[in-house]
């Protein structure tokens, strides 16, 4: 069973609310004390998601985070005033498979009120005040349901028995609460009359920067039978399933988006996509229409009254398939140019046409574009001999004043060029007279040194010594007067020394020179383009088009960073270093020349600049969650090249070429990682075997260590968000990758069960380099103490993309208009024969499936020992004050399989009540509602507690433990005391592979599909 990302609208609320909340445009929200039921906040958030089920079915929801709410309940009683987070929904979902694959949410036909604490002995007695609270509100009864302990959290869930008179007041509820932006979607008669439905609100609290935040939740859904109109084309139109046509969003800071999501390939006609500028490239790969009218930061889109969509069944199967291969050519790095080669080559059945390729050269960028000038001795006529060094004293004797001192080094000089031995810019000349005048005696004060002088100096010293000495007076103020002048002129005067032989010496030249025109790429830039959910920067691409690829046909295409150090350029440098004799109080001054190693001096410029010299790579900001491998440490992200491809209608497809973590003037492992499909045919039906090679080859010096390879398929996402969508097939550990050429090779073969239409896979390939080590000291010429260390070459974590490959991934039937991924559905009937109470669960779906029950009770007694199941699993009882609940673990459930589970309870209590048990699964597919809202009820790892829009807490918070890492599903038994006859229920429901970013499109088109910056991440923080 694959690993499912849920990269979806749990984590974009969770984390647009963080970064909304930490705005200082963001007031905390406040409890009028006048208006027990009114809870305002600022920012907010709204989303309208619109699904196709079977058939003409449309699946509408409407969810609405913050802003003003008038809450049907006294969120003041301290049941609900002391929830974390807080939800009542009812659901009206038991007719669902005539119109969908699965349950809408995971919850049960009825009311649920699902309440989260943070642990504590009161925790019950504030469930059961708040139980009370919505008890008297709605005039009910409700009962324990389940119970979870999570992250510190106590979830509750009770529940009562549903009616038309109980849901009516519900929705009636949720239309009152607001209704402006979305909300006023938000129609009690659209969900009481629809065959499935449902509808909610709560209150969750935000925590931020030690400050406790709460905002409304509210929304409600239901299914249209007739949603889709036509006969082909067929057209998906909001007014049709609202009955409005004006969408307006709310003003103020926050984001609102209309998203239609198709679980089935679609092509949508000339102009079918209203309006037609949508906030997601490529629209017609995805499946997915999204426009964002309201954003904290990035592009908006025009909004419009109506959204919709016209379009075919199907997708064009002529399939060109670009492979792009990134690689650098060693011995031209090592000569001094960083050329970067991209190998096209069509591996598909048809030819390709209107390739755009866009290279992101990132943020960092900015820092070479221009190049860096170094300077560098004039080896043409020059050499330095850091050997030769030579002392200058000063000195004067008298009967007046008495001076001696040495007063300038020399250490290193140069020689001419092609001649040993032969000093350049000399004057033999061993003493220069400062200063002399008679008075009875002879007053000379003189610097010299037996090996001659530079001649800059001797010009220098002509030039301002000299003259600064000559209308001193012989009196008894003489080494007074002669010190001061030493002092107010030597420094000067080597100053220009200094100058003036570095000027003649030592030439400029720009080093790091982009050098792009050759094969026709072109520079833009900068161009403002989101990055993750808080900020914008500049950014800079190479673009190139090429217009046709045949069948099997391979062009390469390259540009290069030019002028790169190399050990072969005489990097040296001279130092005016001033410092103070301390027995005579006057200046010294050294003048220092030495060869550097040019890695040094590179790395030197590297610190001082805050680049990490890897001009293929980026640094993953502090707190940046990839949601798999060792991501709490920091890490470099490699991309590559994106770009987008047409078949011969026009039919626009990606790719990517794989990522490099080259990095300059300083060893590292550097990891090329090739996938590609092994299949003859690139053209898919779900259930099929897809044959995947992965290939490492390790191009840098150092061996890449802890290597991991975690193959994943995906789905296009939004702006800079390579992936909308994401799936890890499987991880693989590749151990350790010696330098100098280390290679692994592995092949596996997994379902083709996600992503339908074009669905690519790809490796990210995790690793480190310069294991133990700690950054690089660097001098700075100045000694030792002055040093600087070059943290990024010491033990770095690297993610490095492969290159995608892509295939088709179609329905046998190409024109049904049904979700075509196979999926577990079960069927659950409950019998209880006096105090034996049997669940027998069966997998009537597509897929196989692991299990999970819980369920609750009160008021009786039950062991472990009382609990059979008629396959393997792990059976557990948690008992919370007067409530237990039942758990039974990795129930494996194949197609076709059936497990029976019997309880035989002790029960003398009359109060005795048994509510619906809740069934846990597994999918390792896409879900066929992929981008419906799915919320958690407590986000493990997550600073906030939004609670689910959903009953099923106590499942839920075991699937979201992992955060990302098992797809689950919900499947709920009937309501019924013990003792009561048979009531079978059959619901399924669905954890969704969602989005995980929200930006909008960037000022290049396409081009800009995939920025390196921040592509497949997610952002929120740890709990406090």
């Given at each position: 069973m694959?690993?499912?990302?849920?990269?979806?609208?749990?984590?974009?609320?969770?984390?647009?609310?963080m970064?909304?909340?930490?705005?200082?445009?963001?007031?905390?929200?406040?409890?009028n004390?006048?208006?027990?039921?009114?809870?305002n906040?600022q920012?907010?958030?709204?989303?309208?998601?619109?699904?196709?089920?079977?058939?003409?079915?449309?699946?509408?929801?409407?969810?609405?985070?913050?802003?003003?709410?008038?809450?049907?309940l006294?969120?003041?009683?301290?049941?609900l005033?002391?929830?974390?987070?807080?939800?009542?929904?009812?659901?009206?979902?038991?007719?669902?498979?005539?119109?969908?694959?699965?349950?809408?949410l995971?919850?049960?036909?009825?009311?649920?009120?699902?309440?989260?604490?943070?642990?504590?002995?009161?925790?019950?007695?504030?469930?059961?005040?708040?139980?009370?609270?919505?008890e008297?509100?709605?005039?009910?009864?409700?009962?324990?349901s389940?119970?979870?302990?999570?992250?510190?959290?106590?979830i509750?869930?009770?529940?009562?028995?549903?009616?038309?008179t109980?849901?009516t007041?519900?929705?009636?509820g949720?239309?009152?609460?607001?209704?402006?932006?979305f909300?006023?979607?938000?129609?009690?008669?659209?969900?009481t009359?629809?065959?499935v439905?449902w509808a909610?609100f709560?209150?969750?609290?935000?925590?931020?920067e030690s400050?406790?935040?709460?905002?409304?939740?509210?929304?409600?859904g239901f299914?249209?039978?007739?949603?889709?109109?036509?006969?082909?084309?067929?057209?998906?139109?909001?007014d049709n399933?609202?009955?409005?046509?004006?969408?307006?969003?709310?003003?103020?800071?926050?984001l609102?988006?209309?998203?239609?999501?198709?679980p089935?390939p679609?092509e949508?006609?000339?102009?079918g996509?209203?309006?037609?500028?949508?906030s997601?490239?490529?629209p017609?790969?995805?499946?997915?229409?999204v426009?964002d009218?309201?954003?904290?930061v990035?592009?908006?889109?025009?909004?419009?009254?109506?959204?919709?969509?016209?379009?075919?069944?199907?997708?064009?199967?002529?399939?060109?398939?670009?492979?792009?291969e990134?690689?650098?050519?060693?011995a031209?790095l090592d000569?001094?140019?960083?050329?970067?080669?991209?190998?096209?080559?069509n591996?598909?059945?048809?030819p390709?046409?209107?390739i755009?390729?866009?290279?992101?050269?990132?943020?960092?960028?900015?820092?070479?574009?221009?190049?860096?000038?170094?300077?560098?001795i004039?080896?043409?006529?020059?050499?330095l001999?850091?050997?030769?060094?030579?002392?200058?004293?000063?000195?004067?004797?008298?009967?007046?004043?008495?001076i001696?001192?040495?007063?300038?080094t020399?250490?290193?000089?140069?020689?001419?060029?092609?001649?040993?031995g032969?000093?350049a810019?000399?004057?033999?000349i061993?003493?220069?007279t400062?200063?002399?005048?008679?008075?009875g005696?002879?007053f000379?004060?003189?610097?010299s040194?037996p090996?001659g002088?530079?001649?800059?100096?001797?010009?220098?010293?002509?030039?301002?010594?000299?003259?600064?000495?000559?209308?001193i007076?012989?009196?008894?103020?003489?080494?007074?007067?002669?010190?001061?002048?030493?002092?107010?002129?030597?420094?000067?005067?080597?100053?220009?020394?200094?100058?003036?032989?570095?000027?003649?010496?030592?030439?400029?030249?720009?080093?790091?020179?982009?050098n792009?025109?050759?094969d026709?790429?072109?520079?833009?830039?900068?161009?403002?383009?989101?990055?993750?959910?808080?900020?914008v920067?500049n950014?800079?691409?190479?673009?190139?088009n090429?217009?046709t690829?045949?069948?099997?046909?391979?062009?390469v295409?390259?540009?290069?960073?030019d002028n790169?150090?190399?050990?072969?350029?005489?990097l040296a440098?001279?130092?005016f270093?001033?410092?103070?004799?301390i027995?005579t109080?006057l200046p010294?001054?050294?003048?220092?020349?030495?060869?550097?190693?040019?890695e040094?001096?590179l790395?030197?410029?590297?610190d001082?600049?805050?680049?990490d010299?890897?001009?293929?790579?980026?640094?993953?900001?502090d707190?940046t969650?990839?949601?798999?491998?060792?991501?709490?440490?920091p890490s470099?992200?490699?991309?590559?090249?994106?770009?987008?491809?047409?078949?011969a209608?026009?039919?626009?497809?990606?790719?990517?070429?794989?990522?490099?973590?080259?990095?300059?003037?300083?060893?590292e492992?550097?990891?090329?990682?090739?996938?590609?499909?092994m299949?003859?045919?690139?053209?898919?039906?779900?259930?099929?075997?897809?044959?995947?090679?992965?290939d490492?080859?390790?191009l840098?010096?150092?061996p890449?260590?802890?290597?991991?390879?975690?193959?994943?398929?995906?789905?296009l996402?939004?702006?800079?968000?390579?992936?909308?969508?994401?799936q890890?097939?499987?991880?693989?550990?590749?151990g350790?990758?010696?330098?100098?050429?280390?290679?692994?090779?592995?092949?596996?073969q997994?379902?083709?069960?996600?992503?339908?239409?074009?669905?690519?896979?790809?490796?990210?390939?995790?690793?480190?380099s310069?294991?133990g080590?700690?950054?690089?000291?660097?001098?700075?010429?100045?000694?030792?103490?002055?040093?600087v260390?070059?943290?990024?070459?010491?033990?770095?974590?690297?993610?490095?993309m492969?290159?995608?490959?892509?295939?088709l991934l179609?329905?046998?039937?190409?024109?049904?208009?049904?979700?075509?991924?196979?999926?577990?559905?079960?069927?659950i009937?409950?019998?209880?024969?006096?105090?034996?109470?049997?669940?027998?669960?069966?997998?009537?779906?597509?897929?196989?499936?692991?299990?999970?029950?819980?369920?609750?009770y009160?008021?009786?007694?039950l062991?472990t020992?009382?609990?059979?199941?008629?396959?393997?699993?792990?059976?557990?009882?948690?008992?919370?004050?007067n409530?237990?609940?039942?758990?039974?673990?990795?129930?494996?459930?194949?197609?076709g399989?059936?497990?029976?589970?019997?309880?035989?309870?002790?029960n003398?209590?009359?109060d005795?009540?048994?509510?619906?048990?809740?069934?846990?699964f597994?999918?390792?597919g896409?879900?066929s509602?992929?981008?419906?809202?799915?919320?958690?009820?407590?986000?493990?790892g997550?600073?906030?507690?939004?609670?689910?829009?959903?009953?099923?807490?106590?499942?839920?918070?075991?699937a979201?433990?992992?955060a990302?890492?098992?797809?689950?599903?919900?499947?709920?038994?009937?309501?019924?005391s013990?003792?009561?006859?048979v009531n079978?229920?059959?619901?399924?429901?669905?954890?969704?592979?969602?989005?995980?970013g929200f930006?909008?499109?960037?000022?290049?088109?396409t081009?800009?599909?995939?920025?390196i910056?921040?592509?497949?991440?997610?952002y929120?923080?740890?709990?406090?």
């Amino acid at each position: 069973m694959g690993n499912k990302y849920h990269f979806g609208i749990y984590f974009v609320a969770i984390t647009t609310l963080m970064m909304l909340v930490a705005s200082p445009v963001a007031a905390a929200p406040t409890l009028n004390s006048n208006n027990l039921n009114a809870i305002n906040s600022q920012p907010s958030m709204e989303f309208l998601q619109v699904v196709p089920g079977k058939d003409n079915a449309v699946l509408t929801s409407m969810y609405i985070f913050g802003g003003e709410a008038q809450l049907p309940l006294d969120v003041t009683s301290s049941g609900l005033a002391e929830a974390e987070s807080w939800l009542l929904l009812y659901g009206n979902q038991a007719g669902f498979e005539t119109y969908l694959n699965r349950l809408p949410l995971e919850t049960r036909d009825g009311l649920s009120l699902i309440l989260s604490y943070e642990s504590g002995s009161n925790s019950f007695n504030l469930a059961a005040d708040a139980k009370t609270t919505v008890e008297n509100t709605y005039n009910i009864d409700l009962f324990f349901s389940s119970y979870n302990l999570i992250d510190g959290l106590d979830i509750y869930t009770f529940f009562a028995e549903g009616s038309s008179t109980l849901f009516t007041a519900v929705a009636d509820g949720v239309e009152d609460i607001s209704s402006a932006g979305f909300a006023a979607l938000e129609k009690a008669d659209l969900v009481t009359s629809a065959p499935v439905s449902w509808a909610g609100f709560g209150v969750t609290t935000i925590f931020e920067e030690s400050t406790f935040r709460q905002i409304a939740v509210h929304g409600m859904g239901f299914v249209t039978t007739d949603g889709i109109t036509g006969s082909g084309p067929y057209t998906l139109s909001t007014d049709n399933l609202l009955g409005v046509s004006n969408i307006s969003p709310l003003g103020g800071f926050g984001l609102s988006r209309v998203q239609i999501s198709f679980p089935y390939p679609i092509e949508p006609t000339a102009g079918g996509i209203v309006p037609s500028m949508t906030s997601n490239p490529l629209p017609h790969v995805t499946g997915q229409m999204v426009w964002d009218l309201r954003r904290p930061v990035g592009f908006t889109v025009p909004g419009a009254g109506v959204y919709s969509v016209s379009f075919n069944v199907g997708m064009d199967a002529a399939f060109p398939m670009i492979r792009n291969e990134m690689t650098v050519d060693k011995a031209l790095l090592d000569a001094g140019t960083l050329q970067a080669n991209f190998t096209l080559t069509n591996d598909g059945d048809a030819p390709a046409e209107n390739i755009k390729m866009s290279f992101p050269l990132g943020s960092d960028f900015n820092l070479i574009k221009n190049g860096i000038d170094i300077y560098k001795i004039n080896s043409s006529s020059y050499a330095l001999n850091d050997a030769l060094t030579s002392t200058y004293n000063i000195d004067l004797s008298s009967s007046l004043a008495n001076i001696n001192y040495d007063a300038f080094t020399l250490t290193g000089w140069y020689e001419e060029a092609g001649n040993p031995g032969v000093r350049a810019l000399w004057n033999p000349i061993t003493t220069i007279t400062l200063f002399e005048k008679t008075l009875g005696e002879t007053f000379t004060l003189t610097i010299s040194s037996p090996d001659g002088f530079p001649q800059p100096v001797v010009d220098a010293i002509n030039d301002v010594i000299i003259p600064a000495l000559t209308d001193i007076n012989i009196d008894i103020n003489l080494k007074n007067n002669l010190e001061a002048g030493i002092r107010d002129n030597l420094p000067a005067a080597f100053f220009q020394a200094y100058n003036d032989a570095f000027n003649e010496l030592y030439i400029k030249e720009s080093k790091f020179n982009l050098n792009y025109a050759g094969d026709g790429w072109s520079l833009v830039g900068p161009v403002s383009v989101s990055v993750g959910s808080d900020r914008v920067e500049n950014q800079y691409f190479l673009k190139l088009n090429v217009s046709t690829l045949a069948v099997d046909e391979t062009k390469v295409f390259s540009f290069s960073i030019d002028n790169i150090p190399t050990t072969a350029d005489q990097l040296a440098l001279m130092n005016f270093v001033k410092e103070t004799d301390i027995i005579t109080g006057l200046p010294t001054v050294e003048l220092i020349s030495k060869v550097q190693n040019y890695e040094e001096v590179l790395l030197y410029a590297f610190d001082s600049l805050g680049f990490d010299g890897r001009p293929l790579s980026v640094n993953l900001p502090d707190g940046t969650r990839l949601g798999f491998g060792n991501d709490q440490i920091p890490s470099t992200l490699s991309l590559g090249m994106p770009f987008t491809w047409e078949n011969a209608n026009n039919f626009k497809f990606f790719g990517l070429s794989n990522g490099l973590n080259l990095q300059i003037a300083d060893d590292e492992a550097m990891i090329s990682a090739s996938v590609v499909l092994m299949d003859a045919d690139l053209v898919y039906n779900p259930g099929d075997l897809k044959t995947i090679k992965v290939d490492l080859s390790n191009l840098g010096d150092l061996p890449a260590e802890n290597v991991r390879v975690h193959i994943m398929q995906a789905s296009l996402g939004r702006d800079n968000q390579l992936f909308e969508r994401y799936q890890r097939l499987e991880t693989l550990n590749a151990g350790t990758l010696a330098g100098f050429g280390g290679t692994w090779t592995e092949t596996i073969q997994v379902e083709a069960n996600s992503f339908l239409g074009y669905s690519p896979v790809f490796a990210v390939v995790e690793f480190d380099s310069d294991v133990g080590q700690s950054g690089v000291v660097v001098p700075d010429f100045r000694g030792e103490a002055n040093s600087v260390t070059f943290e990024e070459g010491g033990e770095t974590h690297h993610f490095t993309m492969s290159t995608l490959t892509g295939a088709l991934l179609l329905p046998e039937d190409p024109t049904a208009r049904a979700p075509s991924i196979a999926e577990p559905l079960l069927r659950i009937t409950r019998s209880v024969d006096v105090d034996v109470v049997t669940y027998v669960v069966k997998n009537v779906g597509l897929a196989d499936t692991e299990l999970t029950m819980l369920q609750g009770y009160k008021g009786m007694i039950l062991d472990t020992s009382d609990v059979t199941v008629s396959v393997v699993a792990d059976v557990d009882i948690l008992s919370v004050e007067n409530v237990n609940v039942l758990t039974i673990k990795n129930i494996d459930l194949n197609v076709g399989d059936t497990v029976e589970i019997k309880m035989k309870f002790q029960n003398d209590n009359a109060d005795a009540y048994l509510p619906p048990a809740l069934f846990s699964f597994t999918t390792g597919g896409e879900s066929s509602l992929g981008a419906a809202f799915n919320l958690g009820a407590v986000g493990t790892g997550t600073p906030s507690s939004i609670l689910s829009l959903s009953a099923g807490a106590a499942a839920q918070q075991e699937a979201q433990q992992s955060a990302t890492e098992d797809s689950s599903s919900a499947a709920f038994s009937a309501s019924s005391s013990v003792g009561a006859s048979v009531n079978v229920g059959v619901d399924t429901d669905t954890k969704t592979v969602g989005d995980s970013g929200f930006v909008g499109p960037s000022a290049t088109e396409t081009l800009s599909i995939m920025l390196i910056s921040v592509t497949l991440l997610t952002y929120f923080r740890r709990r406090k």
